[in-house]
């Protein structure tokens, strides 16, 4: 669940509309840490108070649903979706795409590694 992109609540629906009788959406969100030397000019405060923003977007966005679980881990995003749908017995992943640009195409977006590298089904939405 990218809480930057406006495509959430539409990668929701789509979770929705795919899920079996019985079965449960978590809604994953991995907040990536800063990088390289910005990393060094960081606060460990202002890191913490950004993952704790984070963390409230996402239960603001998932409060009218109750049955999504929410989860957020902190990781570079497409390895950390990989594993943690690998770690959680995950049968697929929706996720979200916006339009990709040339370096997409050259370099891979988040969701194209996703695709290429989970061991389970991907439904992606542009």
Known sequence: MALDHGISPETL???????????????????EMPSGTVGVYLDEEVVRA???AAR????EK???HPEVEPVIKK??????????????????IVIGS???GLRDFL???TAARVM????????VRR
Request: with cysteine; net charge negative; glycine share 8%.
């Open 75 to 92: 990781g570079h995003p497409a390895r950390s979706i990989v594993d943690y749908a690998a770690g959680s017995d995950i049968d697929c």
């Open 98 to 100: 916006h339009k990709p």
């Open 13 to 31: 629906d789509v979770a929705k509309k795919l899920l079996a009788e019985g079965g449960k959406i978590t809604a994953l969100h991995i907040y």
């Open 107 to 109: 370099l891979g977006s």
């Open 62 to 64: 998932l409060a009218d």
């Open 116 to 123: 290429r590298f989970a061991s389970c089904s991907v439904h």
């Open 56 to 59: 409230e977007k996402m239960h």
């Open 50 to 52: 950004s993952f704790e």
